[in-house]
């Protein structure tokens, strides 16, 4: 009997622990408050975007800007899911973001001299994953301007 409480008391101590330093939650809505929230977060990257592009005087600012965008969207679609037949589209778009915004950083952070390898090189990832981005869009039934 003691070896039974003790053993749930330690199974419940270290479940408690292992959630401690989890602050994310998730939110399971449904497909139509999935896409109005993808939209929402597009349209206030795409601004967030063009206010920087608009001071922009050099092409890695404009890249820069987009990474701006897509971080946005990233953060704001962290902790949402959705069930059914929008879930696999739905995590295929929050996955093309990170391959996009980790691609678009190592372009950014390479030097001057090895940046038109670098680009060359992430073109293999950024191009596909644009695809998949879109085909997830339009598998959500979301505006096309999501990208």
Known sequence: MHRTVAAALVAALALALASCGSSTK??????????????????????????QMGTARERLQYL?????ELQLVRDRLAGIETTGS??????????????????????????DKDR????????GAIGPAGERAHNAIVALGASHNCL
Not at 64 to 68: K, N, Q, T
Not at 90 to 110: C, H, N, P, Q
């Open 26 to 51: 998730t939110e399971t809505v449904s497909r139509a408050q999935a896409v109005k929230r993808l939209e929402a977060a597009c349209a206030d990257g795409q601004a967030k975007a063009s206010r």
């Open 64 to 68: 820069d800007a987009i990474r701006s």
């Open 86 to 111: 929008a879930k696999a589209p739905f995590g295929a778009y929050k996955a093309t973001l990170d391959v996009r915004i980790k691609a678009m950083e190592r372009i950014l952070s390479a030097d």
């Open 116 to 123: 038109t390898r670098v680009i060359d090189r992430e073109k």
